[in-house]
């Protein structure tokens, strides 16, 4: 697609209910990112991939979250039993490089979706 | 951890006055990226300063990575109402995590 394409981009969810948040990245983009953002602060990093695997999870805030792109393209990021304080803006971004330095690549962000856990 | 430590974090001025928002930090990154993030939008990229004491001019937007790579500044001239939003600075490492700052919030009065 034209951009990184993220969904749903609103999903309102009971506490402990699992939810799957899909990410569609620019299409030939080798680098795909989950972030999440707060209100009013900048993204945090949640985990990164080349193509289908998995390089960097150390963001990640516990076991309930993972993410998979297991064909190298869409990714799906999926937080289990979900808590109020898992709330948030989950951004998913790409970039056309293999994960070398960013100064190398662009990364561009997806519109997000915005998770409430209630 | 905050790596990266943006101020003034919220910066209130009229059209056609210069500005100049600061990222700091105790890391040493090999790259420094900019970006504007406007209500319910992605951050976009803005800039990409690799070098120390490197100077990079966007039209109206100048940018400049410290010496010690560092800390950033940003600096606008004749500021617009289309100016107004949350300007990001992030430093990459060489495993290529993006560390964000929390932003300088930037509003253009017209």
């Known amino acids: 697609g034209a951009g990184v394409s993220q969904s749903p981009r609103y999903k309102v969810t009971k506490r402990g209910q699992d939810v799957a948040l899909r990410c569609d990245p620019i299409s030939g983009h080798v680098s795909l990112y989950w972030y999440r953002q707060a209100l009013g602060q900048g993204p945090e990093f949640l985990t990164y991939f080349n193509y289908e695997a998995q390089q960097d999870k150390s963001g990640l805030p516990n076991d309930r979250f993972s993410a998979e792109r297991p064909e190298g393209s869409i990714s799906t990021l999926t937080i289990q039993r979900t808590e109020q304080r898992d709330s948030a803006m989950y951004r998913c971004a790409s970039s056309l490089g293999v994960g070398r330095d960013p100064s190398g690549n662009t990364i561009y962000f997806g519109e997000g979706s915005w998770l409430t856990v209630v | 951890t905050q790596l990266l430590e943006q101020s003034p974090q919220f910066l209130s001025i009229q059209e056609g006055e210069n500005l100049t928002v600061y990222c700091n930090s105790s890391?040493?990154?090999?790259?420094l990226q900019w970006y504007r993030q406007e209500p319910g939008e992605g951050p976009v990229l803005l800039v990409t300063?690799?070098?120390?004491?490197e100077v990079k001019k966007l039209k109206r937007l100048t940018f400049q990575f410290g010496d010690a790579r560092k800390d950033s500044s940003l600096h606008i001239t004749a500021a617009q109402p289309g100016d107004t939003g949350l300007y990001l600075c992030?430093?990459?490492?060489?495993?290529?995590?993006?560390?964000f700052g929390k932003g300088n919030q930037v509003v253009v009065i017209p």
């Open positions: 992030a430093g990459a490492s060489g495993n290529n995590r993006l560390a």
């Open positions: 300063v690799v070098t120390g004491g």
């Open positions: 890391s040493v990154f090999s790259s």
